[in-house]
């Protein structure tokens, strides 16, 4: 079973398998092989291997460029690409012959005749050129072989803004390359570059001499190239060197290791060996880079670095503006993390486990089964984490929380005090044995005696609160005048009318610890009634209390009162006895909508999600139409959706008549529906309502246009696994949010049209 995650094919090819043998590191950018790879240019794109083990390939490309479609048809199955201006070379998987590429003729193979049917182990596109090594990428690690190029020109005309074509020349012959050898190779502007077996680089073309060096001493394992640039990762230091114009590169770092390297327009980007994370030098702002994802393979475009991230194989794009570009939106995709290669993984490398994929039909990621992907190790965990395993054959290290952390192994990697010998560790626990006993004894001492011998001399004057160890005060004898109930308000419906002195004692008194928010309002305290009753007790502040007169809180508690619903927090009971008042609702154990997508608490599933997204509506359109009198809300957002032992939505802080007025009523109505709509965004996106870290802090003025663009999908919450094999809902949700937040509020649907297009949603079939 393939492992596609987004089959919608509005902004979106099919994403490409690149399996190389003979790199074991990943090595990409203009010009460089790996399975993932980007073309330069205005008609630039991406393109990155599917984990589906077929060895098909999707490609996205900016939002300003035409919708593309599903390219699968055209392509034979491939094994590695690389890409140049505006277009894309590969290798078959099954023939090792190249095969080049652009979006404007997808079908067309690119490759001159002389070349078609030759064996290639690697390839190269630069600018207007690409240069491949001959040899079949099968043949293993050791496989070297010599040097064919060609040169691509574009061709333009009123029909097709421009062709490429491809013709061979002698632009790219050199004496030295007709006898050398090959093992790696890469291209930019006028140029190439390859590593040869005798040791070093050498570089030739019509545009070489700008490098300002032919050749370069030392044994590379990894190459990239820019424009004008080139960068190489030491196979002995494994730190970066760069050569050429050094406007492209900047100062590259110093003692920092690499294992995976792009280049860009004037950066380059490296994957760090120790944790993973990417390090980019040259003209790029760093903080867009991001800072908690590892990853395993990177590919860069003009200002777009696009990667695979290796704790889920997702696709993830970020530009030197900020986290998120508009311009590259790339497929809720699981992408092949490297190539595939026929030999067993060296030191230093894991052969990647396809179970993490809980694809139970998927046993590997190569077409072949006795290939295997070979990943560089971890050799350190971020800040906060410690190595509870190490890297082994077919498992990268695992890193754990430091929290974790339970014997002296990991003490000095957590920056934790040693900890005691047993012995002493046994003497100390006992002294803090002994010592908590006697204590608590002495305590309980003096307390009773506080408490049972002299209780008048600490009377209070409220009787609720006298406790001796922990047992209730006497209550009044049976034939004592009993306490009025309170008359303040009228009795509504089934709703109880409670004692203050219950309410007291169900909260402990209203403690801090009881606290389950505050706001405006007042006060929410979590309380368990004398009937055994888990409920949510709203206490109002003075403030409340003093806007606020009988008649209106009389009034608000009779539509509370009236208001009941599968879908809403229902009111229990009040109080409002000795100028209190107090509101008693169900409680809602799992907590608000918001501390699930944004805070500490469990993250929530996609098909729950959806669930949600109808439950919510519902719980409105019931407040909007059957609710008597209506009630708007005026304030729906994620914190006023709350989940009970069910995990079922419910509305919650709602209170609100519809006006009398049938225009004013609609209004508001409408602008309930605008706020749901951002309610949308954030079940699809993950993202905050507001967030002042983002380059568009609102999620509105983010989400919308690039929905309106048809690259929804790139709003999807990528941290959510299992990843959905059928995005189509997601889609269709991220439609209705954009419904819901049209300018204009005529446009907008109502909750009934809402709710009905989500159980339709929901009804048409699950997305995992």
């Given at each position: 079973m393939a492992t596609q995650i987004c089959a919608s094919g509005s902004s979106i090819l099919l994403l490409l398998i690149v399996l190389s043998p003979l790199l074991f590191s990943n090595v990409f950018g203009y010009g460089s092989l790996g399975p993932i790879a980007a073309a330069f240019g205005d008609n630039g794109f991406f393109c990155a291997v599917d984990a589906g083990g077929k060895q098909e390939i999707i490609c996205w490309g900016k939002s300003n460029q035409s919708s593309t479609s599903t390219l699968t048809e055209f392509f034979p199955p491939m094994a590695a690409l690389s890409g140049g201006e505006g277009f894309l070379c590969g290798i078959t998987a099954n023939t090792s012959q190249a095969f080049c590429w652009d979006l404007l003729n997808p079908g067309m193979d690119l490759v001159p005749t002389a070349f078609k049917y030759n064996s290639y182990s690697q390839i190269a596109a630069g600018k207007t050129h690409a240069c491949a090594i001959r040899g079949s990428y099968f043949s293993g690690s050791d496989n070297f072989g010599s040097v064919d190029c060609w040169h691509f020109h574009r061709i333009f005309n009123k029909n097709v803004s421009s062709s490429v074509v491809s013709s061979t020349n002698t632009l790219f012959r050199?004496?030295?390359?007709?006898?050398?050898?090959?093992?790696i190779i890469v291209s930019g502007d006028g140029f190439s570059c390859g590593v040869v077996k005798d040791?070093?680089?050498?570089?030739?073309?019509?545009k070489s001499s700008n490098l300002g060096v032919s050749t370069m001493s030392g044994d590379f394992r990894i190459l990239a190239s820019g424009r004008s640039a080139v960068c190489g990762i030491s196979n002995v230091s494994s730190e970066a060197e760069c050569w050429g114009d050094s406007n492209e590169f900047g100062d590259p770092p110093i003692g920092t290791r690499f294992v995976g390297l792009a280049a860009g327009a004037n950066h380059f980007c490296g994957i760090r060996e120790d944790d993973h994370g990417v390090e980019c030098w040259g003209n790029i702002d760093a903080s867009s880079v991001p800072k908690n994802s590892g990853f395993m393979a990177i590919s860069s475009s003009d200002f777009t670095t696009c990667g695979v991230r290796e704790v889920d194989l997702v696709l993830n794009c970020w530009g030197i503006h900020g986290l998120s570009p508009p311009d590259y939106s790339p497929p809720l995709?699981?992408?092949?993390?490297?190539?595939?290669?026929?030999?067993?993984?060296?030191?230093?490398?894991?052969?990647?486990?396809?179970?993490?994929?809980?694809?139970?039909?998927?046993?590997?990621?190569?077409?072949?089964?006795?290939?295997?992907?070979?990943?560089?190790?971890?050799?350190?965990?971020?800040?906060?984490?410690?190595?509870?395993?190490?890297?082994?054959?077919?498992?990268?290290?695992?890193?754990?929380?430091?929290?974790?952390?339970?014997?002296?192994?990991?003490?000095?990697?957590?920056?934790?005090?040693?900890?005691?010998e047993t012995k002493n560790q046994e003497q100390q626990e006992l002294k803090r044995f002994i010592l908590i006993i006697g204590s608590s004894v002495s305590g309980a001492l003096l307390i009773l005696i506080a408490c049972c011998f002299i209780p008048r001399v600490v009377q209070t004057k409220d009787e609720e609160r006298g406790f001796c160890l922990k047992?209730?005060?006497?209550?009044?004898?049976?034939?004592?005048?009993?306490?009025?109930t309170p008359t303040t308000v009228a009795s509504f419906g089934e709703t109880q009318v409670f004692r203050l002195s219950e309410l007291k004692d169900a909260t402990h008194g209203f403690k801090e610890f009881n606290e389950l928010g505050r706001g405006s309002f007042g006060f929410v305290y979590k309380a368990v009634l004398p009937d055994g009753r888990l409920v949510a007790i709203k206490r109002a502040n003075?403030?409340?209390?003093?806007?606020?007169?009988?008649?209106?809180?009389?009034?608000?508690?009779?539509?509370?009162?009236?208001?009941?619903h599968v879908n809403i927090v229902n009111l229990l009971g009040y109080c409002a006895e000795m100028g209190e008042r107090l509101l008693v609702y169900e409680y809602m154990p799992n907590g608000a909508l918001h501390d699930h997508l944004h805070g500490e608490l469990s993250p929530l599933g996609w098909d729950l999600r959806l669930k949600i997204a109808l439950q919510a509506a519902r719980g409105l359109e019931y407040l909007h139409n059957e609710a008597n009198p209506p009630i708007i809300h005026q304030d729906v957002k994620t914190e006023k959706i709350l989940l009970d032992s069910e995990w079922c939505a419910r509305i919650a802080d709602f209170g609100i008549v519809g006006s009398a007025n049938d225009r004013d009523a609609t209004r508001d109505k409408e602008n309930d529906v605008y706020s749901f709509g951002t309610v949308?965004?954030?079940?699809?996106?993950?993202?905050?309502?507001?967030d002042r870290n983002s380059t568009l802090p609102g999620i509105v003025e983010w989400a919308v246009p690039l929905i309106r663009k048809g690259k929804a999908n790139a709003i999807i919450d990528r941290n959510i696994l299992p990843l959905p094999k059928n995005v189509e809902p997601l889609l269709k949700l991220a439609e209705l949010a954009e419904l819901s937040l049209r300018e204009n509020p005529s446009e907008r649907p109502t909750m009934t049209n809402l709710a009905s297009l989500l159980d339709q949603i929901v009804k048409t079939g699950l997305i995992l």
């Open positions: 050199d004496p030295y390359t007709d006898k050398a050898v090959f093992k040791g070093g680089v050498f570089c030739w073309g019509p995709q699981l992408c092949s993390p490297g190539v595939c290669s026929p030999s067993s993984c060296p030191d230093g490398k894991f052969a990647f486990n396809a179970s993490i994929l809980n694809e139970p039909e998927l046993t590997s990621l190569c077409a072949q089964k006795d290939l295997s992907i070979c990943l560089p190790c971890r050799t350190s965990c971020s800040p906060g984490y410690f190595p509870s395993t190490i890297c082994g054959a077919n498992a990268d290290t695992t890193c754990t929380a430091c929290s974790l952390c339970q014997n002296s192994s990991c003490l000095d990697i957590c920056g934790l005090s040693p900890l005691p047992k209730p005060v006497v209550k009044a004898e049976p034939d004592a005048i009993p306490v009025p003075a403030a409340t209390i003093i806007h606020t007169n009988n008649r209106d809180f009389e009034a608000e508690l009779e539509i509370l009162s009236n208001a009941r949308l965004l954030e079940i699809l996106s993950g993202r905050k309502a507001y």
